[in-house]
């Protein structure tokens, strides 16, 4: 089956602009997470839906950062006013179901650079 | 809250010899544990996980990992490389702070093989 896919794969933009990043989860998984990944650095943590509402968000690091999941399966990340340190590669990962031991599957990643 | 730490951002061995990934955790809770690889370009992909069940972990590409309470160490191990194990690897513990599952990863570890 499919596994979890993100849009664009790569996007460049400049500074102070909006963008939207995209993230399609494997199909009946009910939890989905976003992480930022920044050069020479693991993953950390952005935000937690729970069908589609977004149960943890504590890892945004700012309110220029928003995501929603209006019907409980696509998710979408949004940056206002983006920033040259806002460039990093911004990993999706969704998981059958609530549970600190299922795996979570992740995306390709879109690869954000803002000039 | 939970936290890993992987000693040794860059890993260099011969193919054939034994591949040793280190990864220390701190959890005020029984930890579950993980280790994913990154091929260049791509996701994340799980290798292994620790959920308490047994000690030593099998995953998958001949790799394991044994989990030892004692050390506060969860160390990924292969015992012959091949060329395709070049990649990076990650460890990782589920952290349940704030009401997700969320994942806390280490800084990454480069492991390159040397014909």
């Known amino acids: 089956g499919a596994g979890v896919s993100q849009t664009p794969s790569n996007k460049v933009t400049e500074k102070g602009k909006y963008v939207e990043l995209r993230c399609d989860p494997i199909?009946?998984?009910?939890?989905l997470y976003w992480y930022r990944q920044s050069l020479g650095q693991g993953p950390e943590f952005l935000i937690y839906f729970q069908g589609t509402g977004a149960a943890d968000d504590s890892g945004l690091p700012n309110d220029r950062f928003f995501a929603v999941r209006p019907e409980g399966s696509v998710s979408t990340l949004k940056i206002q006013r983006t920033e040259r340190g806002d460039s990093a590669v911004y990993l999706c990962?969704?998981?059958?179901?609530?549970?600190?031991?299922?795996?979570?599957?992740f995306g390709p990643g879109t690869r954000l650079t803002v000039l | 809250a939970q936290s890993v730490t992987q000693l040794g951002s860059h890993v260099s061995v011969s193919e054939g010899a034994l591949v040793l990934l280190r990864c220390n955790y701190s959890?005020?809770?029984?930890?579950?544990l993980f280790w994913y690889v990154q091929y260049p370009n791509q996701g994340l992909q799980l290798l292994l996980k620790y959920t308490s069940a047994a000690t030593l972990v099998k995953g998958i590409n001949g790799f394991e990992a044994e989990f030892k309470k004692s050390e506060t160490s969860f160390h990924l191990t292969k015992p012959s490389a091949h060329m395709s194990d070049a990649a990076e690897y990650f460890c990782a513990v589920s952290d349940t702070q704030g009401g997700s599952e969320k994942l806390v990863f280490g800084k990454g570890t480069k492991l390159t093989v040397n014909p």
């Open positions: 959890s005020s809770v029984p930890p579950y």
């Open positions: 990962a969704s998981s059958l179901a609530r549970g600190r031991y299922n795996e979570q599957f």
């Open positions: 199909s009946g998984h009910t939890a």
